[in-house]
Structures are given as C-alpha cells and as structure tokens.
C-alpha cells in the first residue's frame, strides 16, 4: 500500500489509550503540535484490567467515563490502545491480560460498532529489569500474543517495539527516563514519526 508517511491531519478522528507512558506522549504532541488533532484520554496506572473494571477512568469535558462510554460522546473514527506494562506486571500475567483485552474491546464494540481499533506494541523495558512477569522476554511474548489477538479480532496491530530497542533487547538508554518503563521525550518523537509510517500497520492505515 501508499507508504507516503501520514499527514497529522490523519489523526484527527483519532483517540489515545493509555498510561503514564503514553501520558508523555500526550505532553509532547502538546508541545509540539503534531497529532494536534487526536483526542488523549491517557491515565497513569491505565490499562485493561483497569479499563474494564472502572478502576481507572478517564477524564474528559470534566467528567470520568469508562472508555465505551466516552467514545460516543466525541466523534472519533479510531482509537489507538496501548496498554500492558501495568497489566502483565500487576494483574495477572499475559494470559488473564489477553482475556481482559477481549472484555475491552466488546466493550467498545458495543457502544461503537463502527471504531476502528489499533492496538500499539508494547515498548520494551530498560535491560535491567527482570521481575516476576516483566522483562523483554514477557514484553515480546506479550507483543506476539497482542498480533494474533489482533488477527482473530479485527483489530490493527501498529509495530512500535523494535525502534527503541538496544544491543540488550531492552529500551535504548537515551529512550528511557527512569532505567525502568518510561520513556523521554526523544522517544515520543520517534514514536510519532512511527506512527506515521504506514509499513509498521498490520492492513493499510488509509482503508480506515
């Protein structure tokens, strides 16, 4: 397909997803104008568990919605989903994590039938992390079972996870803020170049 990068313009019926990594992302686009069109509806500690059970919720026109419940509200044609630090780390894993994405996106589904759904990879962790459910190799395993949860479920799958890795199969240093899941605002920048790239969308991104 067209791999001519995506104008910002193509992110204006757009909505974010996410946690505190993907709250850097928002704070940067507000910097500097790019995406200035998309809707962020992040939240530190969001993730599916959370989603789906309203213990996050996220903010918008002053009010705390679930996520099905706010997207009828703003006009959004898509919805970009990047959850998972949180979730594999703290509730249960990749396999209950999987079950909760399903929950998730009938969720969605059933308010907005219509949405397009593209979930981002989850970025890897600096080198030295190595706890119980949370290292690169649970990140990778998690980001392979976020591809066929895709496939089977119409959802697109953006591949974000190999710009920012090092030598370690870890977050590259100078992408990393804190040596553990967060990230700088020199990656944020490439992650909006990225998102731009049609080549890292499982189906052309100019078919939704």
């Known amino acids: 397909w067209d791999l001519t990068e995506l104008p910002d313009s193509w ?9 505190s990594i993907s709250v850097t992302l928002e704070r940067h686009c507000a910097k500097t104008g790019e995406l200035s069109g998309a809707l962020f509806l992040c939240e530190n500690s969001f993730g599916v568990r959370n989603a789906v059970s309203g213990k996050v919720k996220v903010w918008y ?3 705390e919605y679930f996520p099905q419940d706010v997207l009828p509200l703003t006009g959004v044609n898509k919805i970009f989903c990047m959850f998972g630090v949180n979730d594999i780390a703290l509730y249960g894993k990749i396999d209950r994590t999987m079950e909760r994405w399903a929950e998730f996106v009938a969720n969605i589904r059933s308010t907005s039938p219509d949405i397009t759904i593209v979930i981002e990879s989850c970025l890897p962790v600096y080198h030295t992390i190595h706890y119980d459910g949370l290292d690169n190799d649970c990140v990778d395993e998690y980001n392979q079972r976020l591809i066929e949860f895709c496939r089977e479920n119409d959802c ?21 803020s804190d040596q553990y899941v967060h990230v700088t605002y020199e990656a944020t920048a490439v992650w909006v170049q990225q998102l731009k790239n049609p080549d890292n969308y499982s189906v052309d991104p100019r078919s939704f």
Do not use: I, P, R, T
Not at 11 to 19: K, L, Q, R, T
């Open 11 to 19: 992110f204006d019926d757009a909505a974010f997803f996410g946690d």
């Open 61 to 63: 026109q002053g009010e």
């Open 156 to 176: 697109v799958y953006v591949d974000l996870a190999h710009y920012f890795k090092d030598e370690n199969n870890g977050m590259a240093a100078q992408y990393s």
